[in-house]
């Protein structure tokens, strides 16, 4: 025989192979066979194995390298395509399933046939792997060509689920499975061929479902439908779509379902805005990326828009009433404030577990409401007199000490959110002042309490002057007992009848308008007495008298009867005239009591054109000329022994503000020095950021006035520019 009869040709060799191959195909097809038995196996794979160890010419190697991929192709041309062009929509993916699987073990088969080329020829020519080159043929002839279709056809399956129809998850599964295992080990078929689109479409079938949800239904019932549509959409990923399909899914649904509505979502009349349906809305966003943002921008809209709602109410309110007439809508503007407030803040700490977002949303809607003006007058001076109210005597409605205690908690909580908290703060001196001259303090440990409540909150330099203010009260008090125990021990200077002066610093309490009036002589002796007792006691400080926070009683001798006036001393310095006259001009009177036209008219009309006309005027009228004449009315009579005749209001409104004015330039200049002096050498765009921030818990300063003053404190020697770098200054100690 020789050793030629052990060479295999390759068709002979082939020949042995296709029946192997056909078995296995008619296996695969589902139809009668018997499975391979070891010894087929072992006879097919020595075949192989004998043809490839052959030398020379007969090494079969390379032929069937290639054999392998044309056996692979021509099966798929020849039964794949086919069976899968007949069908379509899920028949079609079933049959592509089927034939996915029946491919994998056809290759599973070749390739333990074939295995010798893998070992060995594969390895020294660096070429694909025999199930590489399988998985590739099925990719190439098959799924370039339906992939497409399988798509769309998944797709179709999706949403019919969503729509709530029964389907094959299995199929779905195994469908999708497909794009995964085409990209051979990599994620790029599934993501470019599949996971687009299912994306496209899900953004597609949710917008169109919020657009329909968001007509009909109220938050509650938008919120429960996109709970479970966000649940439904993650048990569909775990079910049939690959884990990293999770994230981008999810996101298309809260984008299409809660991004894009949130307004509309909030703003929903159907239901309003409810604690429980807060609390769904703050689960739901949290779990979006930005999520929280959103919202917290909705909340503060809508809670800046109802409070501008309430700012308008009072402003209409205000704008209604008598101009003359004290408008007191602080009294009722300042509550709902006050409970709009607390509803928020409610929401802030249940439904929205006190997030700073959502903090910082609230503070952001109180800062607009606070700083509006009602009527004309700046939430400053608004919040500033419903404080007073509170504290006033008679003002506070009757309430309690731990009612008081409270309200004045929630005002010095409004006053976080006032920018100009110095216009508050010169308002409420303003009124603190008249509390303490004109005995109308409710109860001293409130005005304490809202003192040091102000004090922890806008420190110490803001609350100085008003407690300096209290203290010259309580100083003045025992004053006054001194001056009453010297004139005991000197009957020889009484001033002749009852008079008390109250002596204050001028440093803690406003200014206040002195005219340089020509007193009747019953009041200059009062003054002079007690001139001589304050030299006594010190002789370091000046007396200046503010004649208009004075008030004198006055018993008025009427024909009906006995009536006791109180007035101001400017009005009693008017009828203390009329002791000597009977009759006297406008010009008389203004000259002998040295007035300004203003100030004069002013007396005269509370005195004979108002509610009381202790003076008859010719003629008669309701304005005040300067050819009047006026004489004393001995028939004036009320129903009352006592009356108080009040002087038409003055509004120093514009002083206060232009005393907070000239404060804040003192403010500024002690900032910059303050900062220089720590500093000693600092940029110039570093200087104004710190100035301003040491200034904003007092007052928002404007940049140009920071400017001019540092250009003023250069002028004046505190510091310099330096002259090689203009924008960098040096302090000059």
């Keep these: 025989m020789g050793q030629e009869s052990k060479f295999i040709e390759f068709d002979q060799g082939w020949a042995d192979m296709q029946k192997g191959i056909s078995k296995l195909k008619r296996l695969l097809a589902g139809e009668a066979e018997t499975p391979f038995s070891t010894r087929e196996y072992m006879t097919l794979y020595t075949t192989i194995y004998n043809m490839c160890i052959q030398k020379g010419p007969y090494d079969h190697s390379e032929q069937l390298y290639n054999k392998y991929k044309e056996t ?4 798929i041309t020849s039964t ?75 797709l179709v399956l999706i949403d019919e689920e969503r729509e ?19 990209g051979m080990g990599e994620m790029n078929r599934y993501q470019n061929d599949f996971e687009v689109y299912l994306l496209q479409g899900t953004t597609s079938y949710y917008s169109r479902k919020a657009a329909k949800w968001i007509g009909e239904d109220t938050c509650p019932d938008y919120l429960l439908k996109s709970e479970e549509c ?33 307004t509309q979502l909030l703003e929903n009349d159907h239901s309003g805005i409810k604690m429980d349906v807060l609390c769904r809305i703050y689960l739901l966003y949290n779990k979006i990326s930005q999520g929280l943002k959103l919202v917290a ?23 209604n009433q008598a101009s003359n007439a004290p408008s007191g809508h602080e009294q009722v503007f300042i509550p709902k404030i006050t409970e709009l407030h607390d509803k928020y803040m409610t929401y802030l700490n249940s439904c929205f577990q006190g997030h700073s977002q959502f903090q910082q949303a609230l503070k952001g809607a109180f800062e607009v409401i606070c700083n509006k003006t009602v009527n004309g007058s700046p939430g400053a001076e608004i919040l500033a007199s419903f404080a007073d109210h509170v504290l006033r005597k008679g003002g506070s409605e009757k309430l309690g000490d731990d009612d008081i205690e409270e309200r004045l908690e929630k005002i010095v ?4 959110y006032l920018i100009d908290k110095d216009v508050f703060a010169e308002f409420y001196r303003k009124k603190l002042a008249r509390r303490l001259l004109f005995d109308r303090i409710t109860n001293d440990d409130h005005e304490r309490s809202i003192l040091s409540k102000l004090k922890l909150q806008c420190g110490a330099l803001f609350t100085s002057k008003m407690e300096g203010m209290v203290t010259d009260v309580v100083l003045a008090k025992e004053n006054q007992a001194s001056f009453q125990e010297y004139l005991r021990n000197n009957p020889d200077v009484h001033p002749g009848f009852d008079f008390t002066a109250t002596v204050l610093t001028t440093g803690f309490w406003p200014s206040y308008k002195s005219l340089d009036i020509i007193l009747p002589t019953e009041l200059v002796k009062c003054v002079e007495v007690f001139k001589g007792f304050y030299e006594k006691k010190t002789k370091h400080r000046k007396l200046t008298w503010i004649h208009s926070l004075g008030t004198c009683h006055i018993n008025g001798k009427f024909e009906p009867k006995q009536i006791e006036l109180i007035v101001s001393i400017y009005q009693a310095s008017v009828l203390l005239l009329f002791n000597e006259s009977g009759r006297l001009s406008y010009s008389e009177i203004l000259s002998q009591l040295n007035l300004t036209h203003e100030d004069t008219t002013r007396l005269l009309h509370s005195l004979s054109c108002a509610k009381y006309k202790i003076l008859n005027k010719e003629p008669s009228s ?17 129903k009352l022994r006592r009356i108080k005749v009040p002087l038409p209001p003055v509004d120093d409104k514009k002083k206060i503000v232009e005393d907070v004015g000239k404060d ?10 303050r900062i220089m002096k720590s500093r000693k050498v600092i940029p110039h765009q570093q200087l104004i950021s710190e100035t301003v921030e040491q200034l904003s818990r007092t007052f928002k300063p404007d940049i140009k006035a920071i400017k001019k003053r540092i250009e003023d404190l250069i002028t004046r020697d505190y510091m310099e520019r330096d002259p090689d770098q203009p924008t960098m200054f040096r302090y000059l100690a």
């Excluded at 290759?107 to 070429?127: C, G």
């Excluded at 709530?164 to 469908?175: A, P």
């Excluded at 309701?622 to 009320?638: A, L, R, V």
């Design 664 to 673: 804040r330039v003192y403010a500024i200049d002690a900032a910059v020095v």
């Design 297 to 319: 921008n909705v909340f503060k809209q809508h809670v800046t828009a109802e409070g501008t709602a309430l700012v308008q109410q009072a402003d209409a309110a205000a704008s």
């Design 80 to 154: 794949v395509l086919p069976s899968l062009e007949e069908k379509h929509d899920k028949f079609m993916l079933k049959e592509l399933v089927q034939r996915w699987l029946n491919h994998k073990l056809m290759v599973k088969w070749l390739v333990r046939f074939f295995h010798y080329l893998d070992r060995y020829f594969i390895n020294r020519r660096s070429l694909p792997a025999l199930n590489v080159v399988g998985l590739n043929c099925f990719r190439v002839l098959v799924y370039e060509e339906m992939h497409a279709k399988v798509k769309d056809a998944v």
């Design 164 to 182: 709530g129809e029964q389907i094959d998850r299995t199929l779905l599964k195994n469908s999708v499975a497909i794009f995964v295992d085409m």
């Design 72 to 75: 692979l192709e021509e099966y």
């Design 230 to 262: 966000l649940k439904k959409e993650a048990d569909r990923v775990y079910n049939y779509l690959h884990l990293t399909s999770e994230t981008k899914l999810i996101e298309k649904v809260q984008h299409e379902l809660l991004v894009v509505h949130i």
């Design 413 to 416: 909580k409004l006053l976080d």
């Design 622 to 638: 309701k304005s005040i000329s300067q050819s009047d004449t006026f004489e004393f009315n001995p028939k004036f009579t009320d």
